[in-house]
């Protein structure tokens, strides 16, 4: 069973609703959001386990998705071969990665997975987020 908190079809989250399952933890989620800002942004159902996923994108690609769960919530971030190439090469990157590499690739490139429930998760989350949104607006 998934741990995000919006299982159910109806309604879909807003900001009251956001706001009140993440408590103190929503300016995490407004950083994160903030980190992202200039793409679009669709909240998606994906069925009863899998719930409701906010898709942060450029039109074509997701750049990162958002579950809300009753702990904080997860960034799921997916980078190209080519995205990962450049973000090994960034120092500030290449820390966050060693600590986060997934253990392989999927078919379509490189699932980061970030649980935000702190100061120290969200930075993470947040200069990883600008790295690679910064790499897919020079595309």
Not at 57 to 63: S, T
Request: aromatic share 8%.
């Amino acid at each position: 069973m998934s741990d995000n908190h919006f299982l159910a079809e109806e309604p879909a989250p807003d900001q009251t609703s956001i706001s009140a399952a993440l408590g103190g933890k929503f300016p995490l989620y407004e950083r994160v959001l903030e980190a992202a800002s200039g793409f679009e942004r669709d909240w998606k159902h994906y069925g009863r386990k899998y719930g409701w996923k906010l898709k942060v994108h450029d039109g074509q690609k997701a750049l990162l998705e958002i579950s809300v769960e009753d702990s904080g919530f997860r960034v799921s971030i997916a980078a190209r071969e080519s995205e990962m190439e450049e973000l090994r090469e960034d120092p500030a990157a290449a820390a966050v990665l060693a600590e986060l590499l997934p253990p392989g690739r999927s078919k379509e490139g490189w699932g980061i997975r970030l649980r935000v429930a702190d100061e120290a998760a969200c930075d993470r989350a947040v200069a990883l987020t600008k790295l690679v949104a910064a790499i897919r607006l020079r595309e």
